[in-house]
Every structure is written in C-alpha cells, then in structure tokens.
Nanobody
Framework: VQLQASGGGLVQNGDSLRLSCVAS????????MGWFRQAPGKEREFVAA????????SYADSVKGRFTISRDNAKNTVYLQMASLKPEDTAVYYC?????????????????WGQGTLVTVSS
C-alpha cells in the first residue's frame, strides 16, 4: 500500500492540528495504520496506531490524552488529531501501514511508509 501524509505546519504552543494520511494501492485488504515521528537528531519513535475496525488503538505515553488516532476506511484515510501541542512535539510525522489485524508499536513491524509531514510547534 502507498501512503501520502499531509496536514503538517507551524503552530504555537497549546494549539491543535490534524494530520491525514491517504492509502492507495492494495487497500481492499485488512491493514493497521500507525503514526511515527522523528525529531531532529533523534530516532524515529512510535506515536499511535489503529487497527482495521478502529476499535483497537495504541498510544505512546508522551501523547496519551492529547492525540487521537482515527480512520475512515471508506476514504482509506487515517487521521491524527493533535491537541495541546508542545514544542517537544516538533518532528516530521510519518504514517505507516501493515497488513493484518495486529496493532504493533515497533517500526520494524510496519511494511509501508509515507513521505512524512513536518510539524513545528513554537514556544
């Protein structure tokens, strides 16, 4: 599956932002979608993931309670609603996908990656 992320931008401390990621290609199969991020000079880290039905989600502790992942399978799209953004949320955000029902949190468990969208939170 191919992924196209969008929605990044420059916001201020405490603002909200919504990222989108559209999947194309073999989207008629069951697949989990996730968001990861990579801050300058740091390794890529897990942010959130959602299973096929949307009933199973997983979040990194650093974003729990502030970020919400959701998906619309009719539109082959996953969203990441980010609230109460902090400067430490500044990073390039990547969407990822893997076929199947599992909802993993490790980078290596995902097969497809989008190109990334930059989120900058100013203080």
């Amino acid at each position: 599956v191919q992924l196209q992320a969008s929605g990044g931008g420059l916001v201020q401390n405490g603002d909200s932002l919504r990222l989108s990621c559209v999947a194309s290609g073999r989207t008629n199969s069951v697949y989990t979608m996730g968001w990861f991020r990579q801050a300058p000079g740091k390794e890529r880290e897990f942010v959130a993931a959602i299973g096929w039905s949307g009933s199973r989600t997983s979040y990194a502790d650093s974003v729990k309670g502030r970020f919400t992942i959701s998906r619309d399978n009719a539109k082959n799209t996953v969203y990441l609603q980010m609230a109460s953004l902090k400067p430490e949320d500044t990073a390039v955000y990547y969407c990822a996908a893997r076929y199947g029902y599992q909802v993993p949190t490790r980078l290596g468990d995902y097969d497809s990656w989008g190109q990334g969208t930059l989120v900058t939170v100013s203080s």
